[in-house]
Every structure is written in structure tokens, then in C-alpha cells.
């Protein structure tokens, strides 16, 4: 079997590879300049994305593993053939996710993009925080993220109302929603957390209708996909003050246009889309690659983990 791994961290990931998997052959690039002829013999491909015209060259391919949550990339290329498997590297991003989140919500809070500037200015000005205790929060997307998320906010003091198709028994959610009750529960809470994934079914899901139904004094963060919300109902929703405020990581078009009205509102912090990242992503993502890489060498096609239904 023949691997090809493609990321500028491959010298790590390589050198691991080898040492727990001695029978593949490996070919390691930063970027595809440096594949060279090995895309045709390559059995495995472990990236983040490729181009079409890597994947056609691909002929003995069997298996793509791709080393974040999403595979639209993947999905949307052409030359990817029905034969060959497809996974993720969902369930990994609990931990970074659920920080960014906190500090978001903690910097709305606080104003601290206010104390940034005036540290800036050389301004000393004091004012109260408002706290995160005894507040409540609408978490839309209960699956790893989502309940690590909670898990925090519990940590904090806060009331969790969760809010998924799929209610089970989660310690951290005091209150278990459907998604149809979402637009009832958002005039009690002060923050309301959006983290669902994208799918025909959430393109939008959040609009006019949901920021109408906000408190004017609640703040919305959105970490999960741009495609779930109405940017434009958002912007409108921030104008107009129906909302105190939003804390976004991802975004309808990314990298987000210079000629966003975001960008210069006030009362919206962005980051640019860095919630997956972290100082120990390799190390995450790679037991979810092993495990399947030992089922796929063992003959496995069907049960391997983050297996994508085409």
C-alpha cells in the first residue's frame, strides 16, 4: 500500500507514520509541487484538499482521509470516483471549539475590544463587566462541539438550553429543545450560541424570525458553518439594535469581502475562522487516521470511522 500525505506539517505526521505502520510505502509533501509521480501509485491520500487534477492522476486511489470536519472540498471535485471511500476527521474539535466560544462571549461581555483600543489610545477608562453567571444560553447543535460548549458554560454558572433534531440525556443541557422550539426559547436567553453543521435541511435556518425573537440586550456567536445563517437578517438585526451585539468565527464567504458592513460595526468581533486550529491539531487528528488506516489494512471498507455516505 502506498500513502501520500500532502500538508506543511508532513515531516511529523511522516515520521510517525512510518514508525507505527512499517509495510506502507510513504511519500510525504508540503504542498503538491513536491508530489511529483507518486500521486499515480498512491493507494491513500491523507489532506486537507487537493486539486481535480491530482485526483485524476490518482488512478490506484482507494481512500481519502481528509484531516478536517469538512469534505465539500473533497465532494465537489470532479474526478473523485464513486469507489473511492471517503472520511473525516469529525469529533476531534470539542476542546478548541468550546475555548473560542468562551472568549468570545466572555469579550462581548466585557467589552474588550474596547479596553484593546483604549490601551491603544493610552485612554484609562473603567466600567462593570457583566458576567457570564447565572446567565442563560441557546446552544443550537448538540454533537461533540456543541456539548463541549455546554460543558463550559456550566462551568460558568450558566442555565444550557440545547437545541438539536436528536434529544437524549446530556448532563451539561438543563433543558433539551427541538429545533422547532428554537424561535420560543430565544426571547429568555442572553446568549445564543450557533454551532450547527451545514446541510440543505440548516442552509439559513437562522434569520429575521430568530433575531426578532432574541432579547435586544442577548449577544449571537456563530462558530459552526456561514451557510446556517442569513448574514444580511444579521446585519439588519445589529443595525437596527434588535441585538446587543454578535461574535463570529465563520461567514457566508470566507474570507469575508472588505465590503462587509461587519467589519466596521461595532458591536461585532470577528476572527477568521480559526476555531478548528490549535497548537496540538496534528495530535488529535492523527488516532482518528490511525484507527481507520488499521481497519483499512486489516480489509475494512465499510466500518471505518467518519465514513462519508456518497
Known amino acids: 500500500m502506498h500513502l501520500l500525505i500532502i500538508d506543511d506539517r508532513v515531516a ?14 510513504i511519500h510525504g509533501a508540503n504542498d503538491e509541487s513536491e508530489v511529483g509521480d507518486f500521486a499515480e501509485k498512491a493507494d491513500i491520500l491523507l489532506a486537507i484538499k487537493v486539486s481535480d487534477e491530482l485526483l485524476r492522476r490518482a488512478k490506484r486511489l482507494k481512500w481519502v482521509q481528509s484531516m478536517i470536519t469538512g469534505v465539500d472540498f473533497f465532494l465537489n471535485l470532479p474526478s473523485l470516483r ?45 466600567w462593570p463587566g457583566t458576567l457570564l453567571w447565572q446567565k442563560k444560553v441557546a446552544i443550537l447543535g448538540i454533537g461533540v462541539i456543541g456539548q463541549a460548549i455546554a460543558e463550559k458554560c456550566k462551568a460558568f454558572g450558566m442555565t444550557v438550553y440545547g437545541i438539536d433534531p436528536v434529544k437524549r440525556e446530556v448532563q451539561a443541557v438543563d433543558h433539551f429543545l427541538g429545533p422547532e422550539e428554537l424561535a420560543g426559547v430565544l426571547g429568555e436567553v442572553d446568549y445564543f450560541v450557533n454551532v450547527v453543521p451545514f446541510t ?5 435556518m437562522v434569520g429575521a424570525k430568530e433575531f426578532s425573537a432574541m432579547k435586544p440586550t442577548a449577544f449571537y456567536i456563530s462558530v459552526g458553518r456561514g451557510d446556517t445563517v442569513d448574514e444580511e437578517a444579521l446585519i439588519e438585526a445589529l443595525r437596527t439594535g434588535k441585538i446587543a451585539g454578535a461574535a ?12 462587509s458592513p461587519l467589519w466596521d460595526m461595532k458591536n461585532v468581533i470577528m476572527t477568521p475562522h480559526i476555531g478548528g486550529l490549535s497548537d496540538v491539531y496534528i495530535d488529535q487528528m492523527l488516532p482518528i487516521f490511525e484507527e481507520n488506516l488499521r481497519r483499512f489494512l486489516q480489509g475494512e471498507r465499510r466500518n ?6 456518497r
Open 304 to 309: 471505518l470511522v467518519n465514513l462519508i455516505e
Open 248 to 259: 463570529m468565527d465563520v461567514f457566508s464567504t470566507t474570507p469575508l469581502p472588505k465590503e
Open 82 to 126: 464513486k469507489d473511492v471511500l471517503l472520511t473525516s476527521s469529525r469529533g476531534m474539535h470539542g476542546p478548541q471549539m468550546s475555548e473560542l466560544t468562551l472568549l468570545l462571549m466572555l469579550a462581548l461581555n466585557r467589552r474588550f475590544q474596547d479596553n484593546v483600543l483604549n490601551q491603544k489610545k493610552k485612554i484609562w477608562e473603567r
Open 200 to 204: 440543505p435541511e440548516t442552509k439559513r
Open 12 to 25: 511529523y505526521i511522516q515520521k510517525r507514520m512510518a514508525s507505527k505502520f512499517p509495510e506502507l510505502v
